[in-house]
């Protein structure tokens, strides 16, 4: 049986549950590597992933014989397979965040749980905490969005849409090494930055426009978050300040983030670092990042929570000034012992791209 | 009020519910037109849209006085407000088959609810009849599919790779009017093509090589979705006749289709077809097709339930040779009193790109 699925084994017997049933396709990932539709399920003895034809071949190619999980073709499981699997199992437990409604009553009367309980988290936490590999896979993502924005300061001209714009973003990450986009790509220029989550769209870029890129890449299956705000032409005198404290307090951030920082004081010093200049953060400061991009922790004040070594989170504190602009900036960053590791490298400072001259 | 939401009020009333919390962001959009995180409450006598700060800014916009919905920021909410939502209601309906157990729990407790009914897709069954505008917003998808097919004829050539047609695919997309993928492309080539689902790698396109493209995008938040098997350089001998069966039964089930057809004795008909020549349909023959790529009705002989008019749904029946190759060629159309209009209209005969000369 490989490593994580050890812990989990662990972890539930110590929570005196006797199996789980693991529905989140990003946890069955974490486990086991395999990434299609299917059901982990841990019982007494056995690991058993249910998937259909569709992805049998897949699946036998990815697991060895030291992960020790024995695949099943839905299509081949009657009645009575289902009711066998957690037999004498007395606690069984769910993902209750991920179990629709619906499937969690499928679930309880197809394989006849007495007692189906909520998880709370736990796989989900244990992946807050990521191990030498993961974070290798995270820094290559980290990488290939570093060069990305460095292509872009280039490539982004007067003239071009903010489509185009998101677009080239995923072309160059899919043709340099990344599986691609680890979310939507935001490209807001002009008055469409205002809005934080902004869908890119068919406007032309300008000379004197303000233009926020939030873009991610996967490698493995890991993510990158990194956002910039630049300038096209020039930098229009009335953004400077916004700009500037918004750069602030997010290098202020990081430069006091390590083991031991608590989540809630972090976003409460952000938020009236805002308000004293009038301004509101619309969203949380930052959350985890790893096979998700937005995972735990959510770095907000509704958290009392301590930062732990080897988390991974992106801080992206934000103004948004309805119908005029916005500027946000975002990094991925590791958590150390005594700080933090930057993974995203991408230059801060006002970035012009296509230059007045 | 809105002629949906007035739909939505009336069935709900005769279901013996006073409120309804719609909770799919899917089925919001359906309604309202909003695309935002948010949650929409149907209550005895108003609407109400609660919603984040993010999302504010657009979300007033995009309503109109006629839609009759009051939008509320979550932030400005407090208990008693969630309390009065839903005053005097005894039952009040919810998505069981969205919410997760977590969230029922949740709304059950926030909103103060006694009886929490299912509605059983409700919205997902008023969702399958598709209106005019629906149909033309579909069609247009269909529209900007095929064109891209035709593009992609010149584009593929050996020396490329599955990723880099994928991108492709995307970029002529957003290039041609669409708001981008309906879903993630799947390019397989040679022995690749016989994953059904199958993710573009880096695997570069060889002459002699089948390719499977199964592509859709999206238009004012419609899908398309086609999948065309091509060949590059020549047509191997040993593909024809699993192409030539592929491509029968899919014309054949287009030929059949009509207000009243059976969905399960038309799939059964195929994996019959199939079956007596050796294989097996590893996948549904197909679905509905509207704001979602995949959404009910789902085409397969577990359903025994007649297409009405003004269904859109794809076709897809395919035969995939473990190790070797696949085929699938899939096609949307609309149900209509007589027969289908097949939406998608690309070449369904041989194609062959990069011919060898």
Not at 56 to 67: G, H, M, S
Not at 152 to 181: C, M, P, R, S, W
Request: some cysteine; hydrophobic content about 35%; overall charge negative.
């Amino acid at each position: 049986m490989n490593t994580k699925i050890k812990w989990l084994r662990d972890k539930i017997n110590g929570l005196n549950m006797q199996g789980m049933i693991v529905s989140n396709p990003i946890n069955v990932r974490y486990l086991t590597g395999i990434d299609a539709e299917g059901i982990l399920l841990i019982t007494r003895k056995e690991n058993f992933y249910i998937t259909d034809s569709r992805y049998i071949e897949e699946v036998n190619k990815i697991l060895t014989i030291d992960d020790g999980i024995v695949v099943y073709n839905i299509s081949n499981l009657c009645r009575e397979d289902y009711e066998n699997f957690f037999l004498f199992c007395e606690n069984v437990g769910f993902e209750e965040k991920y179990v629709t409604y619906y499937m969690y009553k499928e679930h309880k009367q197809k394989y006849q749980i007495n007692n189906f309980e909520e998880t709370e988290n736990l796989l989900e936490k244990q992946r807050m905490l990521k191990d030498e590999d993961e974070i290798e896979k995270i820094k290559t993502a980290c990488k290939i969005t570093d060069e990305c924005f460095e292509y872009l300061k280039g490539y982004i001209k007067t003239g071009k849409t903010e489509k185009q714009i998101a677009i080239e973003i995923e072309k160059f990450f899919v043709e340099n090494g990344a599986d691609g986009l680890a979310f939507d790509t935001i490209v807001a220029s002009g008055k469409n930055s205002s809005k934080p989550h902004a869908k890119p769209s068919d406007r032309i870029i300008q000379s004197g426009d303000i233009l926020t890129i939030d873009m991610g890449c996967k490698y493995k299956g890991y993510c990158s978050d990194m956002t910039r705000t630049i300038f096209v032409g020039y930098v229009p005198e009335n953004m400077k300040n916004v700009y500037d404290l918004v750069l602030k307090n997010q290098i202020q951030v990081l430069e006091e983030l390590k083991e031991g920082s608590n989540i809630r004081s972090i976003s409460k010093n952000v938020e009236y670092s805002l308000k004293l200049n009038g301004y509101t953060l619309l969203h949380s400061l930052g959350h985890g990042v790893g096979l998700e991009v937005h995972e735990i922790p959510y770095i907000n004040p509704k958290h009392d929570y301590n930062l732990r070594e080897n988390m991974v989170i992106a801080i992206e504190p934000g103004v948004y000034i309805p119908d005029s602009f916005g500027v946000r900036i975002e990094d991925t960053v590791l958590i150390t012992k005594n700080g933090c590791e930057i993974l995203t490298k991408s230059d801060k400072n006002y970035v012009i791209v296509d230059k007045e001259v």
